[in-house]
């Protein structure tokens, strides 16, 4: 009896006896949910491009992602943030050197229930409402009721630490030197975020735009002394929204045979009209039909 055995980077999927279509090069892709959509939908497309190689995507947080790439299981890391210095000496210690490519540009949106008046916030809002010690605790320090949370206190949606988005989040609107508020809700992916945000009138969370419903609210976010911007494909690409990021993927060097195509690829036009229909900004000016 023969037996197939799975190894970590780029695999043929073959186990005697197959068909053409089972001779497949298989590319491992991981990390990022906010990622995750947009990956799937590659993958998908890329099907009908080469099918002769196969994408399998799976998700679990940027950090994971990225953790996976360096110890060689997986050929793209997906990643809502840099890599840190501590994860880059790593992967050199392990004998890889990572490559950056931009993707793409996300707004990262403040999600709040459809009934919640508030039409805009701060930065310094934010940071009062997430960091620690920070004096807004209930919607009356804002100045408004929200309909259906009769407690008044805001019930804050966050992501696990593993997340970029949550990396992201502390780094822009926290602060280095600001830790979050004990006692969120951390959710595993990004839709889960939206969908509890959906559910209860006293919650607020952030995440990715592309993750948005037309039953929440998203609003505007405003600098020191700057305009209350909305976050939008248009805003995340010319870096007014403040809360705007790049989107990235990590190989392990420069990748090489179908990983190399496979990354052209996404990069192309065709690639990037993927990240467009999907609500995110394309790495650079791209017409799509």
């Avoid at 695999?11 to 497949?24: E, H, L, N, T």
């Avoid at 994860?87 to 990262?108: C, K, S």
């Avoid at 593993?162 to 609107?173: M, Q």
């Avoid at 190989?251 to 999907?278: F, H, N």
Wanted: net charge negative; glycine share 12%.
């Amino acid at each position: 009896m023969k037996r197939c055995i799975p190894f970590a980077a780029l695999a043929i999927v073959a186990c005697g006896g197959g068909s053409d279509r089972d001779q497949r090069a298989l590319i491992q892709n991981r990390g990022s949910d906010t990622l995750l959509n947009v990956a799937q939908a590659w993958a998908e497309a890329y099907a009908t491009v080469n099918p002769d190689v196969a994408v399998a995507v799976t998700g679990g947080g940027s950090g994971t992602g990225i953790s996976a790439m360096i110890n060689g299981s997986v050929d793209i890391a997906n990643a809502s943030r840099k890599m840190r210095d501590p994860e880059i000496a790593a992967a050199r210690e392990n004998g890889v050197e990572p490559v950056e490519f931009i993707v793409g540009y996300d707004a990262l949106a403040v999600y709040l229930h459809e009934d919640n008046p508030i039409e805009g916030l701060s930065l310094a809002q934010l940071k009062a409402i997430y960091g620690e010690g920070g004096p807004i605790t209930r919607w009356s320090d804002l100045g408004v009721s929200v309909p259906g949370c009769d407690s008044d206190e805001i019930v804050l949606v966050s992501r696990q630490n593993n997340s970029g988005t949550y990396v992201y989040f502390k780094e822009t609107v926290l602060g280095d030197a600001t830790e979050y508020k004990l006692g969120s809700r951390d959710m595993h992916g990004s839709k889960d975020v939206v969908d509890l945000v959906e559910n209860t009138p006293c919650a607020i969370g952030y995440s990715g735009l592309a993750y948005a419903t037309e039953h929440v609210g998203m609003p505007c976010v405003t600098m020191e002394g700057g305009d209350c911007v909305e976050p939008t494909v248009a805003t995340a690409v010319d870096g007014s929204y403040p809360i705007a990021r790049p989107l990235m993927m990590y190989t392990a060097g420069q990748p090489q045979g179908a990983v190399k195509d496979y990354m052209d690829w996404i990069l192309s036009a065709e690639g990037q009209c993927v990240i467009v229909e999907r609500g995110y900004a394309p790495h650079t000016d791209t017409e799509c039909a």
